[in-house]
């Protein structure tokens, strides 16, 4: 199993540049979500879903847009970069959140520099 | 809404020391608190406590959940230069979709 993965592992845009950071996993986790991670602030989640078809807005949504239509992929699509976003990103996957949320499966993160 | 707090923020110890890290919660309906240790790159799952497993252990790792107090520890003993790292936990609720995280304890420990 390759787990949960990536891409780009870095990336650098102009202010409002739009782009998509790829994820998947090849696990059969039901659920993904999107993390960003800024010095002093831990992870935050930006969005999640809980299948394919399903998702929701987590903490800091706003700028972000995602969809699910397989299992296995959860891409994260920036509308138009602000230096704001400026973060390391961390896509995450894990069981059911029916069976109640365990442990999270995080692939290595993409760092973005918006300029 | 639900929050996790971490402290300190940032620990330098020397090797071989014993070192408590503290997380406090309040989580709506409170069911699980995780605690993940990040290296370089993506964090890593280390224990997950709830009301019915309230303390874990593991190697030189250990942690306790104290319901009372809305908080849980993390205890490291004979510390060692690969525990340096930054240690993050989370909490999450019955019928949660998704974890609260904590700003995160960044542990250094020095030769």
């Known amino acids: 199993n390759a787990g949960v993965t990536q891409t780009p592992k870095f990336q650098v845009l102009k202010t409002g540049q739009s782009m998509t950071l790829q994820c998947a996993q090849d696990m059969n986790h039901e659920y993904m979500s999107w993390y960003r991670q800024d010095p002093g602030m831990g992870l935050r989640l930006i969005h999640y879903s809980v299948g394919a078809g399903i998702t929701d807005q987590g903490e800091v949504p706003n700028g972000y847009n995602v969809s699910r239509s397989t299992t296995e992929d959860f891409p994260l699509r920036l509308l138009s970069a602000a230096p704001s976003q400026t973060s390391v990103y961390f896509c995450?996957?894990?069981?059911?959140?029916?069976?109640?949320?365990?442990?999270?499966?995080f692939g290595p993160g993409t760092r973005l520099t918006v300029t | 809404e639900d929050k996790v707090v971490q402290s300190p923020l940032s620990l330098v110890v020397h090797e071989g020391d014993t070192v408590t890290l503290n997380c406090s919660y309040e989580v709506t309906n409170f069911r699980s608190l995780l605690w993940y240790k990040q290296e370089k790159k993506a964090p890593t799952f280390l224990f997950m406590l709830?009301?019915?497993?309230i303390e874990k252990k593991s190697g030189r790792l250990s942690s306790i959940l104290d319901k009372k107090e809305l908080s849980s520890i993390l205890n490291i003993t004979a510390t060692q230069t690969g525990d340096s790292a930054i240690y993050l936990c989370a909490g999450a609720g019955w019928g949660a979709q998704k974890l609260v995280f904590g700003q995160g304890t960044r542990l250094t420990i020095n030769p």
């Open positions: 995450a996957s894990s069981y059911s959140p029916g069976q109640g949320l365990g442990e999270q499966y």
């Open positions: 709830t009301s019915s497993g």
